[in-house]
């Protein structure tokens, strides 16, 4: 007995009718799409609100979050590695009660000769000319009034005297990361008779709030999400919240993606305090580029891959629009090993000065008994079991969407919109075999052993399983002795 859906069971009227059922349509693992949220401050906002999340196609719809601002910066490098994703930007107001980061650039001496005083702000390049017989507070003068035209940069400038006074444009913590220096490629230099030194003369404080960014993001899903703020309280509220919007009764799981800037030991006690498997930090040390921008440029990449492949590594690829420390700060082999057992990614310098992603890993690093534990390392991990999720939820609603429920051995008629336990379990062993040829999972013949399908004793609607699946890992180290005979 054949039941439609649409077609009414007592009609007489004499037709043909034919009704349309796509519960088969789909024969193979469908793309699910992925957006990717970019939060950061914004001049556009006012202290301490948080605007309307906006999809960012162009680039000129940068300037509506200001021009200079950590939003603006980020979506810059978000779409110099990834203009292919769709992607959010949510802008968020300077922190109630923050303070602004000052630097000084105090010079002493004048010029002997007429030359270009080069100046790297926030990772861009500014170039001043200074005519022999500049004086050091003409010199002051000029830089001030020549970065005054520079609105795009991540400071404003003055001066006073010899001295010139860069303030970060945002309130907040982020701005002591806003590297300030007089070179950076070789042969740059000051004119020769100056001299420069730089130091910090106001450490900025403050973070956003959280919860305003949360009552505004509501039940949106967002699959990746690019944030620059690593206060401790700030990151122990996020995550959190990550794990809460993974939970089995939300299923809007993201990854979100971060940078720390710090010194070997701040980035270790950083890492130890942080265990979440949906958050994943690089660490940044002594790069003209801010942090802020080091997380876009990592999670704009990751938003691009991992919904092509979940289970494919991303080391060694570029991080665009990011400059790399000097060879004498760029962490040893050392170094970045103690880095990755204490939760934080790292990243390496190619042959022609390009920083590459190294190992992408989350801060999980213990279970809930404060035991070490590798079973969420790896960014992979929770981006395949997302994937393998969906897909069973896509299964399961198309495949059986409105069936009546019967025990195995039930005599059915063809045609009847029954499913039992068994015929459950029958579509997720072929579901199976079909991530292993996606190369998502392995060991195909233990999932059939060991797969449960079952009605619940307590509910008679309800169906219950068990899915053991073996996710791929990651190609990561090879190592190999070499014999020789001589």
Partial sequence: MIVFNEIPAGIRTPFTYVEFDASRATGGVPQYPSRLLVLGQAKSQAVGTVGVPTRITRDDQLLAFGAGSQLAHMLSVVRQNNAYT?????????PDQGIAAVQTLTLTGAATETALMTLWIGGRRVQVRIDKGTTAAEAA??????????????????????????TARHLGALGNDIDIRTSFYPGERLPAGLTAVI??????????????????????????????????????????????????????????????????GELTSWGDARNCQFVSAMGAYASPTPSYE???????????????????????????????????????????????????ATWMVSSDGEVQIQREITTFQKNAWGQPDAAWLDVQTPATLAFLRKDIRFLIETRF?????????????????????????????????LWEGMGLVEGIEQFKREVVVERNQGDANRVDAIIPTNIVNQFRVFAGQLQFIV
Avoid at 86 to 94: C, S
Avoid at 144 to 165: C, I, K, N, P, R
Avoid at 409 to 430: F, N, S, W, Y
């Fill in 141 to 166: 003068t000029k830089i001030a009034a020549d970065l005054a035209t520079a609105t795009t940069l991540a400071v404003t400038a003055s001066a006073s005297g010899a001295v010139v006074t860069f």
């Fill in 86 to 94: 769709e992607t959010w930007a949510l802008p968020v107001g300077d």
């Fill in 401 to 433: 969407p409105r069936h009546k429920l019967a025990s195995d051995g039930t005599r059915i008629l063809a045609g009847q919109p029954i499913v039992t336990p068994t015929l459950i379990k029958d579509e997720l062993i072929a579901r199976a075999s």
């Fill in 294 to 344: 080091w997380a876009a440029a990592y999670g704009a990449i990751a938003a691009f891959q991992l919904p092509i492949d979940p289970a494919r590594p991303i080391h060694t690829l570029s991080l665009k629009g990011v400059l790399p420390p000097a060879p004498t700060d760029r962490f040893t082999q050392q170094e970045q090993n103690i880095l990755l057992h204490h939760g934080i």
């Fill in 199 to 264: 130091a910090q003369t106001v450490v900025g404080a403050g973070t956003p709030d959280l919860a305003d960014i949360l009552a505004v993001l509501g039940g949106e899903q967002y699959e990746y999400i690019v944030q620059p703020w690593t206060e401790s309280g700030f990151m122990a509220d996020l995550e959190d919240e990550l794990v809460r919007r993974a939970g089995p009764t939300v299923m809007r799981e993201g990854i979100c993606f971060t940078a720390k800037r710090g010194t070997l």
